[in-house]
């Protein structure tokens, strides 16, 4: 597939400026790097480039500066330093016995194509990941060496986020969060004997000891020394995860159990589903089907609810049956139409975690009730300014002038919200 | 009939003068005609004023003020205000001004805290547009580098569909500081020269620099990291809706990269594995598991010791079900010949993060117990007798559990085998599941404290208290449990001086 340097389209005309080579190494390591679901510039400290040498800001909130057809926002350039691999992960298209073209690039290369790209307003920063070259030490100390050049010699201030190298020593994770705005390490695999089975050489426990590692980091770089001063910087966006969905038989219990684990054992800002997607070139042992982009969504979604809403594992996944949760709607509105009894909702008087469960209301439109309904009783019209639709929520709630009646026991309540899977095609 | 002429499209400056004056002197909303000067937004000015409304556009005087004054309007409202004046609709001067005039004579003083109210509730809306529009010029202005000039100078084109560019330009300020560049729009054009903004008459499409080079480099990288069998377009066109493809380098590539993805995911899918890998041998699987997720052990010696081949096959361990959720296995700390082995309950949150037994606050207490005690450490193996954190989770937090007799019993095995390596002439049990740990029965704590008794190969074990129960306690109490497990370390040391005295 990387022969197709450029899609073919008769749109774009021929220009010889850039080097094919560098054309070549570009396809190559943006295509490794395209299963890392994650690309959010968000979380940094703010800095701008109003007192320095450079070009670079971070303003909180990323910016998604493209959007591939796939859906998945392009805010960082992100890609591999080398895809040359070591290691044999049977997931990984990069693994050491893949028939993928091979590519490296010169850091300085790097660092050139992350400037030019950055000045043109094309991205927020980079994203950079590496194959294990010789040993975890010299990997990590390249990709830190780009990292470092960005921001000392060329005084870089957009974002960095900088993959870690599992068993790579502590010396270099502390020298990566001094430059980095995020670090992170995929788990993969939620169930420790399917890694196991799949990545034999990666030591089970490297992945968690790295992730601890950064933690007690970012502890120490939040406290203040003894004698007051601040501590060095160090990943002021925290550190991340990915987690492959439907390589194994693993069901989503055990997923969000292995989230929940790692959001209260290492303070992670965030766990990424990546649905296990067919790869050019893969083991014969993995499912050849496409990837299962619905069970994904639904894992973001109890995500979410666990992490804003107050929900827990088991809550969540009670919704569904067997351990998954329900392909068909989503996992509140599962959850509500099993609990019932627990509806409807006086929009009027219910506190907010109870607002809070309501199918259909989100954060920021029970913020909205409640300082709404200081000054007036709230109709069921006043609902749909403040929070978009009443249509996911009238059967749970009641209101000044609402009530849902038997729509709430209606056998047939499940099968409205079902949605016809229709995709619509652009062209 | 009152006339407001502002001066720009966006005029947020003109709007506030002129409200103020107004509101003071309770002009009703509807005696207001707002218009802008200036010809770029004729449309907005045209619409906003009826026709028979032309004819009374000298009454440009502003009124006097009543007695009264009208009440200060909040930031927030001025922050709403900013961006709803930079949206195209021709009525936002109007219903700005309208909600100010019901909160200050309409007898509605909450209204502008009110987002249930159809003026304010369309207000949200025009402002949220707005806010919109900003991010994804934020996003979607691509510079062009000039050819030839010196230094570098860089320059875009972009249509936006509200008057967003003032709104704008603060932001790329801030990132491009050090950078020469211009954005130039229909209406207005921005300059920045590393020390000054400078606004401009607006331009046309075509009139800045050509194809930058760069753009073939950014086309290979939006094909590349496409994933085909992901395809979700409308999740694309959602977020960057057709309306901006005109002025993106990268969009002529979308529709092919539609049409083809289907073969191109199907042709992964359908690729069989090639028998035989062309790039390089795979290595050995080193860390082997068996089906219970039980180490392999490895055969090789090396060269660590009988301790050392234990530690790296319980490092593997997964044979309970919390070993899944654990960092690690926490292995015992300490030298080979040690006399006195200290056994603990299990692993907790801070010894998970560091791999150390004994590093969070009981470890603290037992640590310093040993020093007030002159016991060197040299001299001490601690260890736990289960070795992987058992917590549940409440919030964000990890919350220690108690392990259960399953987990005692399956790590019972490497606590004595980790003994039988080290040889110590003492162990000293800290707490129940230490205690039921080496003795293979519950153990009553309070009840069997201080007390020596002998294993069959001659090794004197002493149960104590746990340190972390001292913790739990307060006052007097917790100096209690201190003293015991105080006096409990002093009757393990003096065995073991006795153990290793010449009879």
């Known amino acids: 597939m990387n022969s197709n340097l450029l899609m073919q389209s008769s749109a774009v005309p021929a220009v010889q400026a850039v080097p094919v080579k560098m054309m070549r190494k570009l396809s190559i390591l943006a295509d490794a790097a395209k299963y ?122 957009g974002y960095i986020h900088l993959k870690t190298i599992p068993e790579a020593s502590p010396e270099l994770l502390q020298a990566a969060g001094r430059y980095a ?25 490297g992945i968690r000891r790295s992730m601890a590692a950064i933690k007690e980091r970012l502890d120490e770089s939040r406290d203040r020394s003894h004698r007051g001063r601040k501590m060095p910087h160090f990943s002021a966006s925290g550190q991340s995860t990915q987690m492959i969905v439907g390589a194994d038989k693993a069901d989503d219990r055990e997923l969000l159990d292995c989230s929940q684990s790692l959001y209260a054992g290492y303070q992670l800002k965030r766990v990424y589903y990546s649905a296990f997607s067919p790869i050019p070139d893969a083991s014969a042992s993995l499912p050849p089907s496409p990837p299962n982009l619905n069970r994904e969504h639904r894992l973001y979604q109890a995500d979410w609810l666990m992490r804003f809403y107050g929900f827990d594992v088991g809550e969540v996944v009670a919704g569904g049956k067997d351990g998954m949760l329900d392909p068909a709607i989503d996992p509140k509105l599962a959850w509500a139409l099993k609990h019932r009894e627990q509806f409807p909702v006086d929009i009027n008087r219910a506190p907010r975690e109870v607002l809070l469960r309501v199918p259909g209301l989100g954060v920021t439109g029970v913020e909205r009730i409640l300082v709404n309904r200081r000054s007036q009783r709230l109709r069921l019209q006043d609902l749909g300014r403040l929070c978009g639709s009443v249509k996911r929520l009238k059967a749970f709630v009641v209101t000044r002038d609402w009530t849902p009646g038997n729509l709430l026991d209606a056998e047939s309540l499940r099968r409205g919200f079902v949605q016809k899977d229709a995709q619509l095609s652009l062209f | 009939m009152f006339t407001v002429s502002l001066s720009r499209p966006d005029d947020i400056d003109g709007w506030r003068d002129a409200a103020r004056a107004h509101l003071a002197a309770a002009t009703a909303p509807e005696n207001i005609v707002w218009q802008v000067a200036s ?83 369309t207000l949200h809306l025009l402002g949220k547009c707005v806010a919109r529009e900003r991010h994804k010029m ?152 068996d089906a219970r997720g039980i180490p392999v052990v490895q055969k090789a010696a090396d060269g660590m010791g009988s301790l050392g081949a234990l530690h790296a096959q319980t490092r593997a361990c997964l044979a309970c079900p919390h070993a899944h959720k654990a960092t690690q296995t926490v292995n015992g700390e300490g030298r080979v010949g040690a006399s006195l082995v200290i056994v603990g309950e299990q692993a907790g949150d801070v010894e998970d993060l560091s791999g150390r037994p004994f590093a969070g606050p009981a470890g603290e207490v037992l640590r310093g117990l040993l020093k007030d005690a002159d016991i060197d450490t040299q001299d001490v193996f601690l260890t736990n007798a289960v070795r992987h954190f058992h917590y549940e989770v409440r919030g964000k937090r990890r919350l220690h559990k108690l392990p ?68 739990r306690a307060d006052g007097e109490k917790a100096a209690s449990l201190k003293r015991d497990l105080q006096s409990d370390i002093a009757l393990a040391w003096r065995c073991v001086n006795a153990a290793v005295a010449p009879s």
């Open chain 2, 404 to 471: 259960d007799k399953d987990m005692v019993d399956r790590c019972r095995q490497h606590l004595f085998q980790e003994i039988k390596a080290v040889g110590p002439q003492v162990v000293l049990l800290l707490g129940a599941t230490a205690g039921r740990a080496l003795r293979g029965r519950a153990v009553r704590v309070t009840e069997e404290r201080g007390v020596v008794s002998t294993t069959s190969s001659g090794v004197k074990v002493v149960q104590s208290i746990h340190p972390a129960a001292v913790l």
């Open chain 2, 138 to 289: 934020h996003a979607f202005v691509r510079f062009r580098q000039s050819d030839g000039v010196d230094p570098e100078h860089f320059y875009a084109w972009f249509e936006p569909e509200h008057h967003t560019l003032r709104l704008s330009v603060p932001f790329f300020v801030r990132r491009f500081a050090n950078m020469r560049w211009s954005i130039v729009t229909p209406a207005e054009s921005a300059h920045w020269d590393t020390r000054q903004l400078v606004f401009g008459p607006g331009g046309r499409k075509g009139a800045g620099p050509g194809e930058d080079a760069m753009e073939d480099l950014w086309r290979v990288y939006f094909a590349n990291i496409f994933n085909p069998a992901r395809l979700m377009v409308d999740a694309m066109t959602s977020e960057m809706p057709v309306k901006y493809w005109k002025n993106l380098p990268e969009a002529p590539l979308i529709q092919q990269l539609v049409l083809d993805a289907g073969a191109r995911a199907s042709a992964m899918v359908d690729a069989e594995a090639l028998a035989e890998p062309r790039f390089a041998a795979v290595a050995e699987h080193p860390h082997a598991v």
């Open chain 1, 181 to 205: 705005d995020r670090l992170s390490i995929n788990i993969e695999l939620a169930r420790r004997s399917s890694l196991a089975a799949l990545a034999p050489q990666k030591e089970v426990g």
């Open chain 2, 39 to 121: 010809a770029s937004d004729a449309g907005a000015a045209v619409a906003a004023a009826p026709s028979a409304d032309l004819f009374a556009a000298d009454h440009t005087v502003l009124p006097p003020p009543v007695a009264t004054q009208a009440p200060p309007v909040p930031r927030s409202f001025l922050d709403l205000a900013e961006r709803v004046i930079c949206h195209s609709d021709p009525t936002r001067f109007a219903l700005l001004y309208r909600v100010l005039f019901r909160r200050a004579w309409g007898g509605e003083p909450d209204v502008l805290r009110q987002a249930a109210d159809t003026d304010m509730h």
């Open chain 1, 36 to 157: 890392d679901a994650s690309c959010a510039s968000s979380g940094a400290a703010r800095r701008d480039s109003l007192d320095g040498t450079g070009v670079g800001s971070t303003e909180g909130m990323g910016i998604c500066h493209s959007y591939a057809p796939d859906g998945r926002c392009i805010s960082l350039l992100k890609v591999l330093l080398t895809n040359f691999c070591t290691f044999d992960c049977l997931y990984c298209v990069n693994r050491v016995s893949s028939n993928v073209p091979r590519a490296r690039f010169e850091i300085d290369e790097l660092v050139n194509l992350v400037l030019a790209f950055y000045k043109r307003n094309y991205i927020e920063g980079l994203f950079l990941s590496s194959g294990i070259i010789r040993d975890p030490d010299y990997t990590m100390e390249q990709i830190i060496e780009v990292a470092r050049r960005l921001r000392e010699v060329h005084d870089f201030r």
